[in-house]
């Protein structure tokens, strides 16, 4: 069994750049060609390999995370979300995102690429219709307790 402040003490060390969409490439939903995945002992973990593209993946998330209040039902929107929520929010938000350039995705292969593509087609995150985004936010359901 390990420590839990042992872990967290390790995890500060190695984690130098935290990916904002990390529940979302830890569960599998999402990928990207800027992550460093790593194991701490039994548990495994990300960071973003540089500070731009970082930057950009919080700029993303905070506009899910705006759009998506109403779709949550959140009275507090700026306390931090559930797990639950906050895979609603990263796994749903970044399908829908990839949805308004393709309508048949089912995953995301590299969330770096998505930034730039919202970039190329839209100039500034504040262009993209959340309103269709916000769908698929609302409609994403995680794995099922067993």
């Known amino acids: 069994m390990l420590n839990e402040s042992a872990y967290k003490a390790t995890y500060d060390d190695k984690v130098r750049l935290s990916c904002p969409f990390e529940k979302a490439i830890l569960s599998r939903c999402a990928d990207c060609d800027q992550v460093h995945k790593f194991n701490i002992a039994e548990r495994e973990a990300v960071a973003c390999a540089a500070a731009v593209p970082r930057e950009n993946c919080l700029t993303l998330l905070g506009m899910l995370h705006q759009n998506a209040v109403f ?25 829908g995102v ?16 998505l ?29 099922r307790r067993r």
Do not use: W
Request: charged share 25%.
């Open 71 to 95: 779709t949550l039902k959140l009275i507090h929107p700026d306390q931090p979300l559930p797990h639950a929520k906050e895979i609603k929010v990263q796994c749903g938000g970044l399908l």
């Open 115 to 143: 930034v730039g593509e919202i970039q190329h087609r839209y100039g500034t995150m504040q262009e993209v219709p959340f309103q269709e985004v916000v769908k698929e936010i609302a409609a994403f359901e995680g794995r």
């Open 98 to 113: 990839q949805r308004l350039f393709d309508q048949e995705a089912s995953t995301v292969e590299n969330v770096h690429a």
